[in-house]
């Protein structure tokens, strides 16, 4: 179920006000209110579903606000309340404190401090984030980023909730994967990105009843990938990751600034590739672009797809050389068992759970989905 972290912001300057509210949807909070002064705050705090977070800027009376606002911490014990104020005074600091304020945010504010104490919140409130994002990139088309995609979100998804977002969003045939018709697609996510709720979340996504994957289509229409844009995909995902325990995009290989949020932002970059020179050359040329990004070499996994251990393809040896870095799996080649899947809109995971690509599909989504350090999308 998702929980929505709604806040209400008072502030006297509506240009203040505005950029705040802007910060927090990008963070995945929810703006229900915002006022110039205190005096209507009670009035909003006292409803059933009220905000769960208060922020107020005390300026340009700090003294005076602070009295306005001592008896409300008391009143909604429930409410955490941020104050911030450009005057950092001893004897101001110690009555918020005394009042049972949580936090006091000195201005000019400090985004990372900020965002610190918001994920405090969120924490405490059951809020935080717990996705583990991994990123499914192809060095090179049809080198089978989607069937490997799809297949480690039915994979993991026994283990913990998982959502898997089609992100090439021209090509994409994710839900086809899954032989599912999305009513909703991610564009229509991104028309009411700033209103983003439970109910249209849950009506935005579907659910894949074999495999329990929730999924979010690519646009129908290749025009409306227009819609899809930076600060309404940060915000999608910020919230994902709040709601579920593993988060599997299936996207491009770009570092156009939409999906540079999603290269920073992601615990697992999952470059997959074949062993020959056009795939291994857009490889190295993008694990370049990911380290000069300061992408960690952590985060960066390189999966080679149709390995065949007597081939004539390169050995994996000089893709490790070429790249820096170690190749983390190899799945075999399978061409009967991965057509009759894609044909048949099952994953192979589901379909032939016994094959030894399924296998190995599994033991990847195993490699990938440890839990470990947990990334966030940032803007």
């Known amino acids: 179920m998702y929980v ?18 802007a910060f927090l949807v990008r963070f995945g909070a929810l703006p229900v209110a915002q006022f110039a002064t205190i005096e209507p705050l009670a009035g909003i705090l006292g409803r059933p579903d009220g905000p769960l977070l208060a922020i107020v800027n005390l300026d340009p009376n700090p003294a005076d606000s602070l ?15 941020f104050l911030m104020s450009q005057t950092v005074d001893p004897n101001l600091l110690m009555e918020a404190m005394h009042l049972g304020i949580k936090e ?43 069937t490997i995609a799809c297949n480690v979100a039915a994979a993991l998804s026994p283990m913990g909730k998982t959502v898997l977002i089609d992100m090439d969003l021209i090509r994409g045939g994710a839900a086809s994967f899954f032989d599912i018709r ?25 659910i894949h009843k074999k495999s329990g994957v929730a999924i979010l289509s690519r646009p129908d229409l290749p025009e409306d990938t227009q819609r899809v844009n930076q600060s309404g995909l940060v915000r999608l995902l910020n919230m994902l990751s709040r709601t579920f325990d593993y988060v599997v995009i299936d996207s491009l290989m770009s570092i156009a600034p939409m999906y540079a949020s999603m290269l920073q932002g992601a615990d697992v970059n999952l470059l997959v590739m074949q062993l020959n020179v056009p795939s291994a050359k857009n490889a190295e040329r993008f694990v370049g672009a990911l380290r000069r990004m300061g992408v960690e070499s952590a985060k960066i996994c390189t999966v080679v797809n149709r390995y065949v251990r ?25 061409f009967k068992n991965t057509i009759a899947s894609i ?19 599994v033991q990847l989504a195993g490699l990938v989905g440890a839990k470990g350090s947990q990334g966030s999308i940032a803007a």
């Not at 929505?4 to 240009?15: E, F, K, Y």
């Not at 192979?348 to 690509?357: G, H, T």
């Open 182 to 206: 999305c009513r909703y697609t991610i564009a229509d996510v991104m028309d009411a990105a700033e209103k983003l709720d439970k109910q249209l979340l849950d009506n935005a996504l579907t």
């Open 4 to 21: 929505q972290m709604n806040c209400v912001i008072v502030d006297a300057d509506n240009t203040n006000r505005e950029e705040l509210a």
């Open 67 to 81: 009295k306005k606002i001592a008896p409300l911490p008391r009143q909604f014990p429930a409410v955490n309340f």
């Open 310 to 334: 007597k081939g004539n393809d390169i050995e994996p040896q000089e893709i490790e050389r070429s790249l820096g870095i170690k190749v983390a799996w190899n799945i075999p080649n399978d």
């Open 343 to 361: 044909n048949f809109g099952e994953p192979v995971v589901i379909r032939a759970p016994k094959s030894e690509i399924a296998q190995s599909l």
């Open 104 to 146: 006091f945010i000195p201005l000019p504010m400090s985004e990372e401090k900020f965002t610190t104490a918001l994920e405090r919140v969120a924490q405490v409130n059951g809020m935080g984030k717990r996705a583990k994002i991994i990123h499914v990139i192809p060095t090179i088309g049809g080198c089978g980023s989607t």
